[in-house]
Structure formats: structure tokens, C-alpha cells
């Protein structure tokens, strides 16, 4: 089922990118895991996934521990301060940096462990209430050039969670708002800024998201079915 699943999403990406004139090569599928048991993970991986998604640091290196080092593994949910020091050095990028004392907190740590950790500045685009992720585009271009400065974190790019809704074209907005604020953030020509990276997309609208730039789409239900919060998620 999962590979299945994982090639209708490829399939999709496939062809929103041919549509967009974009180069399938700048898509990366993020598979989101989270509640996820090992299994089903291990599917994902034997279909060819080397991208996880996770939103918690205890499941994130559960699970990283337990299965092959070439994996890279994302962290996509918030993250507080105290727990940074558990994923520096196992997470390839970390989606969700939304204040200058958590980038504080990952330059330390990276530095202690001589690793540069990349990051992406997760922008509350819709200024909804109920989620993280900064409000202001303004205020998240400076933070973008405040964490710049700090050694052993590289930024490389903006993050945002869309609205849920049921009609993708809603989200059609909120992803322009992301990219063009990208290609303004560019235009400063900040030292140890890229902007490459603009992760973007869940299952609901994955397909406009890619139409409108992004280069990671982060899908959980769309590959694994829905999540069972009811019970923790056994290994
Ligand atoms: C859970 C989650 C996803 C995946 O959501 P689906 O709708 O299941 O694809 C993507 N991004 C973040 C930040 C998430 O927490």
C-alpha cells in the first residue's frame, strides 16, 4: 500500500512539475512519519525514500537510531530550546525555527559538536492563531539576517504550514506570499543565506505548492493513511 501511495504522489509531482516547467529534480517528498511505526517506514524506505519528516524530538531519533544512516531526516514540528541538543548532529534540516533564541540554542550546539546544522525560517504565512511560525514577513526577513550571523547554523530557506482547507486553490496565496518573500530575501544579499529551499505542501495541496515553487512537500496521510492519535505509536 505504501508504495502504491508513494507512486501516485510521485506520479502528481511528476506532473505539476511538467505543467510548471519545472524540473522534477528540484522536488524532493518529504515522507512524513510521524505516529508512524517502523514497518511502515521501512516500506517507504524499500520503495526507494531516503526523506522523513517527524514533529517530535523522542520519535525522531527513535526511529533514527533504529533504521539506516542514509536516511535524512527532517524536523518539521516546533521545537523547544532545551531539546536541540538531542537532534544536532542526526538531523539534516530543521524546518521550523521561528525565534532567535531557538537559533541561538542550534548554533551552540552545533558548534560544540563541530557540525554545521542547516535550518529553514518557518513563516506563519496566513497568521493563523493556532500555529507557530513567525506572523510578519518583515519580522521573518529579520531573523533570517540576525541567524546569519551565528556560527555552525546555515539557513537555507523559508518553511510554512497552509491553512487546512478544503479547496487547494485557497492555499494558492499563502504559497506565492512565501516564494516572493524568498526572492526578496535574496535581493539583500545576506553572507551565509541561501534560499534554495522552500518546504511547502501536505497532502491536501502538495500539487499547487510545487506549482508555486516549493522544493520540499512534506506528505504524511497521502502516503501512510491517516494518523491514529488515540494510542502512542509503539515501535
Ligand atoms: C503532519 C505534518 C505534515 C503532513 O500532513 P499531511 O496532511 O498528513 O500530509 C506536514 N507538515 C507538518 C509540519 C506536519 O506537522
Known amino acids: 500500500m505504501i508504495a502504491e501511495n508513494m507512486?501516485?504522489?510521485e506520479r502528481k509531482i511528476e506532473e505539476t512539475c511538467r505543467k510548471a516547467g519545472r524540473d522534477r529534480k528540484e522536488v524532493t517528498l518529504i515522507a512524513v512519519s510521524k505516529t508512524k511505526p517502523l514497518p511502515l517506514l521501512q516500506e517507504a524506505y524499500a520503495y526507494g525514500c531516503r526523506d522523513f519528516g517527524e514533529n517530535k524530538v523522542q520519535e525522531l531519533t527513535e526511529k533514527y537510531d533504529a533504521l539506516p544512516k542514509d536516511?535524512?531526516?527532517h524536523m518539521i514540528g516546533h521545537l523547544q530550546r532545551n531539546k536541540v541538543k538531542y537532534i544536532v548532529g542526526k538531523v539534516f534540516l530543521i524546518h521550523s525555527v521561528d525565534s532567535f533564541r531557538l537559533a541561538e540554542e542550534i548554533s551552540r550546539e552545533s558548534v560544540k559538536r563541530q557540525v554545521v546544522t542547516s535550518v529553514l525560517v518557518e513563516v506563519n504565512v496566513a497568521k493563523e492563531e493556532s500555529k507557530f511560525g513567525i506572523r510578519s514577513l518583515s519580522e521573518a526577513a529579520a531573523l533570517v539576517e540576525q541567524i546569519a550571523v551565528l556560527p555552525g547554523i546555515a539557513v537555507k530557506g523559508l518553511m510554512t504550514i497552509a491553512p487546512y482547507v478544503e479547496n487547494a486553490e485557497e492555499n494558492?496565496?499563502?504559497?506565492q506570499?512565501?516564494?516572493?518573500?524568498?526572492?526578496d530575501i535574496i535581493q539583500k544579499n545576506i553572507d551565509n543565506?541561501?534560499?534554495d529551499v522552500l518546504s511547502m505542501g501536505m497532502t491536501g495541496d502538495y500539487e499547487v505548492a510545487v506549482s508555486e515553487g516549493a522544493t520540499y512537500v512534506?506528505?504524511?496521510?497521502?502516503?501512510f493513511g491517516e494518523r491514529d492519535y488515540g494510542e502512542t505509536a509503539s515501535l
Open 7 to 9: 507512486a501516485r504522489v
Open 71 to 73: 536516511i535524512r531526516w
Open 172 to 175: 494558492r496565496e499563502y504559497f
Open 177 to 183: 506570499a512565501l516564494k516572493q518573500l524568498s526572492v
Open 193 to 195: 543565506v541561501s534560499m
Open 218 to 223: 512534506r506528505v504524511g496521510t497521502g502516503i
